[in-house]
């Protein structure tokens, strides 16, 4: 059963455009919502997060929506660079420090 | 430079081999996970530890051990018994609750394949 749920594999946008990717999850006792982008052969690298309680964090090109009745999170990248293109993990905490992992989507950033 | 360090980098095992997997991190993180990662898939939990000499089974513990004998080293073994062992295998760390949370942080990974 999965609780975190990436359902686009793949996104491939134009750069400086905006890159919009999406997370749906199902477990309402999540407390905080996590973003890692992941290069080839490397691990994963934290990206930006959001608590439950808020609807939105901003850190520089980057900026994660949470939508709590929908149980949906979205993360934006604007404008996009040829450096974002990465594999991106949504993922959700529960129980103090455990993490629940979403499936991936790809990012290509065309120049 | 505080991070955490896995190795080896690439790994092979030969059929009905147990193979170890070190993760060191010099962050002084309480916390310490093992992931795997299939092709196209997210990570999934094998082991996690949260004070030395303690550890908890994850979502995929069968067919692989770990200890906790140092705050500093987590090493993973993939026993015989695992019979689908070819993943890339990622080591993590964090605080502990109690010192205020904080996102895990993760060591670069050891590809495993078999031969």
């Known amino acids: 059963d999965q609780q975190v749920k990436q359902n686009s594999p793949s996104l491939s946008v134009q750069e400086g455009r905006i890159s919009i990717l999406n997370c749906d999850y199902t477990?309402?006792?999540?407390?905080?919502f996590l973003w890692y982008k992941k290069y080839p052969a490397e691990g994963p690298t934290f990206l930006i997060s959001?608590?439950?309680?808020?609807d939105k964090n901003e850190d520089g090109r980057f900026t994660v929506f949470l939508n709590k009745s929908a149980k949906h999170l979205s993360l934006h990248i604007v404008p996009s660079q040829p450096g974002d293109s990465a594999v991106y993990f949504c993922?959700?905490?529960?129980?103090?420090?455990?993490?629940?992992f979403g499936g991936g989507t790809r990012l290509m950033v065309k120049p | 430079d505080g991070g955490i360090t896995q190795s080896p980098k690439y790994l092979f095992r030969k059929e009905g081999q147990n193979v170890t997997l070190s993760c060191e991190q010099n962050?002084?993180?309480?916390?310490m996970y093992w992931y795997r990662q299939d092709p196209g898939q997210g990570l999934r939990l094998i082991y996690y530890?949260?004070?030395?000499?303690?550890?908890q089974k994850g979502d995929i513990a069968e067919g692989y051990s770990v200890s906790r004998e140092k705050k500093e080293s987590f090493p993973l073994t993939v026993t015989s018994a695992q019979k689908n062992p070819t993943a890339f295998y990622l080591c993590?760390?964090?605080?502990?609750?109690?010192?205020?949370?904080?996102?895990?942080?993760f060591g670069d990974g050891t590809r495993l394949s078999i031969l």
């Open positions: 993922a959700a905490k529960w129980a103090g420090n455990m993490l629940t």
């Open positions: 477990n309402s006792m999540f407390d905080y």
């Open positions: 959001i608590s439950s309680i808020k």
């Open positions: 962050l002084n993180h309480d916390a």
């Open positions: 530890s949260q004070i030395v000499n303690d550890f």
């Open positions: 993590a760390s964090n605080k502990d609750q109690g010192g205020g949370w904080q996102p895990q942080h």
